[in-house]
């Protein structure tokens, strides 16, 4: 429990069945871009002095990630039969009135970037998309998304909150990472001066 909340601490996993329970469970890995050609586009428009046109491409090329993003999520609940086209009102959806949420590393709920790394891996991303990242964990395009999907009807997005030196400790040793490393990567969540 948090220091005076009368809530629990959640993790991602709190989404996901144990493998012990026997229930068959999944979880969704994505990765999407609404920027392939974004930035020659953007510069050729900074070169002809048209600082306008240039962040309008990147603006475009962000909605239409997020965009993407929230469509494959909206295939995937209704692909699992969690809810039929139709369900759901824009502002609903807007709402995130639905079930399931794709949190994305280096967000609040889940903030190492090097979970990235797997993804990529494992889905192929750069060869079978485009989609790059560099060694900081950055998406090339920027106008990128990528993350996780849950579908289990109490998911919900949170924030992780200060990591104490043992949680680091004990993450480091999951992951089969160094101590300093993990401090590097969770730095801005450390309760400590690392």
């Not at 979880?27 to 953007?42: I, P």
């Not at 990147?58 to 999520?73: P, T």
């Not at 009135?97 to 889940?110: E, V």
């Not at 903030?111 to 989609?131: A, S």
Request: proline content about 6%; glycine content about 8%; aromatic content about 10%.
């Amino acid at each position: 429990m948090r220091p005076g909340k009368e809530q629990p601490n959640s993790a991602l996993s709190d989404f996901i069945a144990p493998i012990e329970t026997g229930l068959k469970d999944h979880l969704g890995l994505f990765a999407v871009t609404g920027g392939l050609g974004e930035e020659a586009l953007a510069m050729r428009y900074k070169e002809d002095l048209d600082d306008y046109n240039a962040l309008m491409v990147q603006a475009l090329g962000d909605r239409l990630a997020e965009a993407f993003a929230e469509y494959l999520h909206a295939q995937v609940r209704q692909n699992f039969g969690v809810e039929k086209p139709g369900d759901f009102t824009l502002h609903q959806m807007l709402r995130e009135k639905y079930r399931g949420i794709r949190p994305a590393p280096g967000y609040p709920a889940c903030p190492d970037h090097t979970e990235k790394f797997k993804m990529w891996e494992l889905l192929d991303i750069e060869r079978r998309i485009g989609m790059q990242i560099t060694e900081a964990g950055m998406m090339i395009p920027g106008s990128s998304v990528s993350g996780l999907i849950f579908l289990h009807p109490q998911s919900r997005y949170f924030t992780v909150g200060m990591i104490g030196r043992d949680q680091v400790e004990d993450y480091a040793a999951r992951k089969n990472m160094s101590l300093k490393e993990v401090e590097k990567w969770l730095n801005p969540y450390l309760s400590y001066e690392a």
